[in-house]
T-cell receptor, first 116, second 114 residues
Framework: AQSVAQPEDQVNVAEGNPLTVKCTYS??????LFWYVQYPNRGLQFLLK????DNLVKGSYGFEAEFNKSQTSFHLKKPSALVSDSALYFC??????????????WGLGTSLAVNP | NAGVTQTPKFQVLKTGQSMTLQCAQD?????MYWYRQDPGMGLRLIYY???????DKGEVPNGYNVSRLNKREFSLRLESAAPSQTSVYFC?????????????FGQGTRLTVV
């Protein structure tokens, strides 16, 4: 079955330190991968996506993600965390099953807390 | 540029009542979606509309109906609300198929069914 996993419910980092939010996936074929962020009481906002090409994808607010095909991972990273990065982060992958190609499979989310 | 607008933002219903959640986008997107978000469950797709005039069931369609009124508007109706439908509902839109392009989300409707 196709799936996406975010193995950490919560990640805590100190402001100024690098952060990583992990995502692994299981799909047949070439994945389309996405990261979204949700600030408190708000809708989700798109951060970045990987479709093809360079394995390192740069996105909004200084975030980047590295696609690793051998490890089936798409971890979100930022070199220096800000308190304002504290939010809920979702990884998603395109469902490649025939007839389902309009849908995304969503991870359960990782809560990031950046401490001053 | 308003993006995706949902109304209402908050609603309390009694069991058995009906209501319609409204969603409109001003980005000329073809595809629109309704999701629900529950603690520990992530986002679950209720219904989607790939283009004007078409709608399809998602993962959790039971108890809901939708209408793609025109290209801009996609409404979600609860005919007979149940406590299990207490959730935060998000409408989203995307230029093309949802699995290939990024989606834009509304701010959500927090629904409580008592």
């Amino acid at each position: 079955a196709q799936s996406v996993a975010q193995p950490e419910d919560q990640v805590n980092v100190a402001e100024g330190n690098p952060l990583t939010v992990k995502c692994t996936y299981s799909v047949s074929g070439n994945p389309y991968l996405f990261w979204y962020v949700q600030y408190p009481n708000r809708g989700l906002q798109f951060l970045l996506k990987y479709i093809t090409g360079d394995n390192l994808v740069k996105g909004s607010y200084g975030f980047e993600a590295e696609f690793n095909k051998s490890q089936t991972s798409f971890h979100l990273k930022k070199p220096s965390a800000l308190v304002s990065d504290s939010a809920l982060y979702f990884c998603a992958v395109r469902d490649l099953h025939a007839g389902n190609n309009r849908k995304l499979i969503w991870g359960l989310g990782t809560s990031l807390a950046v401490n001053p | 540029n308003a993006g995706v607008t949902q109304t209402p933002k908050f609603q309390v219903l009694k069991t058995g009542q009906s209501m319609t959640l409204q969603c409109a986008q001003d980005m000329n997107h073809n595809s629109m979606y309704w999701y629900r978000q529950d603690p520990g469950m992530g986002l679950r797709l209720i219904y989607y509309s790939a283009s004007e005039g078409t709608t399809d069931k998602g993962e959790v369609p039971n108890g809901y109906n939708v209408s793609r009124l025109n290209k801009r508007e996609f409404s979600l109706r609860l005919e007979s609300a149940a406590p299990s439908q207490t959730s935060v509902y998000f409408c989203a839109s995307s230029p093309g198929y949802g699995g290939t392009t990024e989606a834009f989300f509304g701010q959500g409707t927090r629904l409580t069914v008592v």
